[in-house]
């Protein structure tokens, strides 16, 4: 009812000041008329509108209020509830209120006494609307109310999608990719559909570059990049990244957190020194370091040369793996000018120490930056961001989680029970 009120007033007058529904209660908060006084005593308030139905005799307050003077604004009213005379048996409408209990209640008695007291009341509540027009336009001659000009309501926006749509607007985007889109018929890695990528034979190389470097790298690239994964990717169950996934499996993990346990001690100390001999043997070289200017450097700065030493591996024990990188880089790669400074350091240090041999780490390190500079698909820029952001690690992690993932399965099909370091192999000492 309220709602309905408000909009009919808002129709053909100038608007609401306040609106107050006091409801159909049997025993309500405050009465019409102590709103209808209140109303009068506001000067902004130049007419007042009720809307009350059959039952109760909160009208007759208002009635008396009108009578006696207290109120000097016009008040259109009207009380619905005049078809309950048409029911022969009496009416119970939706409120507790709303219920007449006798002829004074009813809205027909209620409407004429409240026209004899002099308020504004219509024939029918379809006439409602009207008689309020009448009364706030008599209101407004009279210079009671000043004309308010109509306000053009702004127009309602358009809705997003249909503007996006119509390419009106781009909505703002929360991630940016730039080496796969799967919006199409089939997924593209740096715009290679992906049956392009089976049919052309691509390999895991092939699709790293793509999805790594975002080019169709030279086969001799790829193939280079697919013997690095092959060569690291396991050490043995004794390397520390193997070590925690075994430990983690024993004790009832998931594969997803057996990895995770040894991919985490991946770092300076194991398999994670790639990029920093890449950075490392290229900031020397492209300064022109001899080999005993760079060590000796590093050595008073109090850095280990990062792809030389190994734990096992010596002068007369050299790690096969970096034999094998080495004559692949000899045979198909167009230059190899960082693997053979590298090899120059490791014969200086190896003056210093035995073991002080280039790792798979080192290998790795010089050879890649042989292939980003050499392969002539890389600017300077391109190379120096390649090995600050990680790309160079990034092949031991993928390599060496082949690794892990089975060390973990192999764990779980042994049905290896929980792990527990034997007492005779920890010194104890206070």
Not at 96 to 104: C, H, I, Q, V
Not at 152 to 159: A, K, N, R, S
Not at 199 to 206: A, I, P, S
Request: neutral net charge.
């Amino acid at each position: 009812m309220s709602n309905e009120l408000y909009n009919t007033i808002a129709r053909v007058t100038d608007g609401i000041y306040e609106g107050i529904a006091i409801g159909g209660d049997v025993f309500p908060g405050s009465t019409l008329s102590d709103h209808i006084l209140r109303f009068n005593n506001i000067p902004q308030v130049k007419m007042m509108v009720v809307l009350g139905e059959l039952g109760g005799s909160d009208e007759y307050s208002l009635v008396e209020a009108l009578k006696q003077g207290k109120v000097q604004k016009p008040v259109v009213a009207w009380v619905s509830g005049t078809c309950a005379r048409l029911f022969k048996s009496e009416v119970q409408f939706g409120h507790a209120g709303a219920k007449s209990g006798g002829e004074l209640e009813s809205a027909q008695a209620k409407n004429q006494a409240l026209r004899d007291a002099g308020a504004v009341v219509p024939t029918s509540f379809e006439a409602l609307e009207s008689v309020i027009k009448e009364t706030f336009e008599k209101l407004v001659e009279e210079g009671n109310i000043p004309p308010v000009p109509e306000v053009t309501p702004p127009p309602i926006p358009e809705d997003l999608k249909t503007a996006i749509k119509s390419g009106k607007v781009r909505a703002p985007t929360h991630i940016i990719s730039t080496i796969s889109d799967d919006r199409g018929e089939e997924p593209c890695y740096a715009g290679v559909p992906m049956s392009t990528i089976i049919e052309r034979g691509y390999g895991v190389g092939d699709v790293i570059s793509l999805l790594w470097f975002k080019r169709s790298l030279p086969r001799y690239c790829t193939q280079f990049i697919e013997i690095c994964i092959m060569l690291c990717a396991d050490h043995g169950p004794c390397v520390s990244g193997a070590h925690n996934s075994i430990v983690t499996a024993r004790a009832g993990k998931d594969l997803v957190s057996s990895l995770v346990s040894g991919l985490l001690t991946i770092g300076p100390r194991f398999g994670g020194a790639i990029d920093d001999a890449a950075r490392y043997f290229k900031d020397a070289y492209d300064r022109g370091l001899t080999p005993y200017e760079f060590v000796e450097g590093m050595k008073k700065k109090g850095i280990r040369v990062p792809g030389i030493g190994h734990r096992i591996k010596s002068r007369d024990n050299r790690d096969k793996r970096v034999q094998l990188l080495q004559k692949y880089a000899h045979t198909h790669f167009p230059s190899v000018k960082y693997m053979e400074y590298a090899v120059q350091v490791e014969t200086y240090t190896l003056s210093k120490a035995n073991n002080l041999v280039m790792n798979v780490d080192g290998a790795i390190g010089s050879l890649f930056l042989d292939l980003l500079s050499g392969s002539g698909m890389f600017s300077k820029q391109e190379i120096d961001e390649i090995v600050e952001i990680g790309y160079l690690n990034g092949l031991f992690v993928l390599a060496r989680s082949i690794g892990l993932i089975g060390h973990t399965f192999d764990q779980k099909r042994l049905k290896q029970p929980l792990y527990r370091h034997p007492w005779e192999d920890v010194l104890y000492t206070k």
